[in-house]
Nanobody
Framework: QVQLVESGGGLVQPGGSLRLSCAASGSIFRIDAMGWYRQAPGKERDLVATITSGGSITYTDSVKGRFTISRDNAKNTVSLQMNSLKPEDTAVYYC??????????????WGQGTQVSVSS
């Protein structure tokens, strides 16, 4: 079994910063891409950023220049540094990983989500 556990959400004022972290554990053979998605109330879950095992990164346009994704392959973790936060960044943030387990093929695993609220 594989688990992804997020941490680091919370309430912050506009212009503030938060750092989200996600740790994958369990019967992991290999992790390919990891990423962050977010879902605001009444909206679909949308891509925020992804990073491959080789370090290739993709950001959605609305967060470019403000958010930074990084990962530690040795620790099976992915992080999202969020600066200059705006009220429209308010959402539940989910991490995911494209993981090959020790007893099955690759599939996408998701964390449980962490709430980020940006408000004065």
């Amino acid at each position: 079994q594989v688990q992804l556990v997020e941490s680091g959400g919370g309430l912050v004022q506009p212009g503030g910063s938060l750092r989200l972290s996600c740790a994958a554990s369990g019967s992991i053979f290999r992790i390919d891409a990891m990423g962050w998605y977010r879902q605001a109330p009444g909206k679909e879950r949308d891509l925020v950023a992804t990073i491959t095992s080789g370090g290739s990164i993709t950001y959605t346009d609305s967060v470019k220049g403000r958010f930074t994704i990084s990962r530690d392959n040795a620790k099976n973790t992915v992080s999202l540094q969020m600066n200059s936060l705006k009220p429209e960044d308010t959402a539940v943030y989910y991490c995911n990983g494209d993981i090959t387990t020790t007893n099955s093929g690759q599939r996408r695993f998701w964390g449980q989500g962490t709430q980020v609220s940006v408000s004065s």
